[in-house]
Structures are given as C-alpha cells and as structure tokens.
C-alpha cells in the first residue's frame, strides 16, 4: 500500500518558475524523505525531514512538515531544464520508506 | 565512493520462467533493500536485510519470489515462475543505517524486467 500521496499528478512549467509539490500521508511518521528520479540518474534523494521539523533548505529546494495536517510540501525555486523528473514523498517508520505515486515535473526552455 | 551496483540492467522473459537479479550495496552499508517499481507507481518493498538477516519480507509474494543476502554483502533476488504483472524495475537500495534510526537511502540503477 502506498501512503504518501503527491499532488498534482503533473506540473509543467517555464524554466525559471518555482514548482511545488504537496504530499498528504495518513498515518503518524518519523520522518519523510523526499526523492527525485530520471532516465539519467535513476532514483536520487534530496531531503530528510524529521517529524519535529517543520522546515529545512537544500540549495534551490525548501521542504516543509505539518504534522498536524499530515503533509508535506516540496519547493524548487528558480526551476532549471535539468529538474525535469518525477519527485516522490516517502513516509519513513524507522529506517524503512513507503513511497507515494509521485509528481512529473516538466520544466520548459 | 562507488555507488549501488546492479545486474543485468535488462532482462525479458516468457511468462512461467524463472530469472534472477543481483545487487552489490555501497562498501559498508549494514542494509539493503529490493524494491518493485511498476511503470507509474512508486517503489514498493519487496525486503529489508540488516546485515544477512531479513527484518522485512511482508509484501514479498513468497510463492514465486525468493531473496537472500549472503555474508552480508551482495544479495540476490529471485522470481520463479513469472507472472506477467512481474513486468517492472527492480531497483536495489543501500543504507547506513541500522534500528530505527532513518538514514537516507542509495539506489542503483535497477532492472527493467519484461515478461511475455
């Protein structure tokens, strides 16, 4: 079963646009990591965010966590044509993830 | 720092064969995991080694698919017979971690496993 669930399903933007991710979980977390994939360099991770944070930057991306809403949220500012992926929430329990269905972002020159 | 070694990157078969993926996990790493991803989803579990012992096997279909991770190091996984719906990438992961501490996980590059 899948717990995370990213929306939108899709998003395709003009290069230099920030794209946002939401992901929504249902059941309580540790932590959430979020991850990138492409045909290039197969399934990447890009942040960890413990269950008492509530927000945390990585260069050109800022993830935040609201436990209360059970959601998470992924920003990449000032988007670039390399950040064309799919981008997955996964909900961590102590070492183990359970992946959602994922965001396709498109990013246009 | 070499990464998540897999092989073979692509396999296709006929439905009721068997085949066989193998995984070497980043020099250290006490876990590692076999994920299934089907074309559109994301990646499922399939089984968690903490050194050469299973800690998770739930959604592996035990009828058919089979894991083993010897000495702690490489592992290999199993399918026999497949079914159509094997059609996906194994994808093999790699953690420092161990308990439930959460560390990040390092994939490899996967298998595209086609089944006819």
């Known amino acids: 079963s899948q717990q995370g669930e990213e929306d939108p399903q899709a998003l395709s933007i003009q290069e230099g646009e920030n794209a946002t991710m939401n992901c929504s979980y249902k059941?309580?977390?540790?932590?959430l990591q979020w991850y990138r994939q492409n045909s290039g360099r197969g399934l990447v991770h890009l942040i960890l965010i413990r269950s008492n944070e509530r927000e945390k930057h990585s260069g050109r991306l800022r993830v935040t966590l609201d436990t209360s809403k059970k959601s998470s949220s992924l920003l990449i500012t000032a988007s670039r044509a390399a950040d064309t992926a799919s981008y997955f929430c996964?909900?961590?329990?102590?070492?183990?993830?359970?992946f959602g269905a994922g965001t396709i972002l498109r990013v246009k020159s | 720092e070499a990464g998540v070694a897999q092989s073979p990157r692509y396999k296709i078969i006929e439905k009721r064969q068997s085949v066989a993926f193998w995984c070497n996990p980043i020099?250290?790493?006490?876990?590692l995991y076999w994920y299934q991803q089907i074309l559109g989803q994301g990646p499922k579990l399939l089984i968690q080694f903490q050194n050469n012992g299973v800690v998770d096997d739930s959604q592996l279909p035990k009828d058919r698919f089979s894991a083993e991770r010897l000495k702690g190091v490489d592992s290999t996984l199993k399918i026999q017979p497949a079914k159509l719906e094997d059609s996906a990438v194994y994808l093999c992961?790699?953690?420092?971690?161990?308990?439930?501490?959460?560390?990040?996980?390092?994939f490899g590059p996967g298998t595209r496993l086609t089944v006819t």
């Open positions: 992961a790699s953690s420092p971690g161990t308990g439930r501490r959460s560390y990040e996980q390092y």
């Open positions: 996964a909900t961590d329990k102590g070492n183990k993830l359970v």
């Open positions: 020099s250290g790493h006490a876990t």
């Open positions: 059941t309580s977390i540790n932590n």
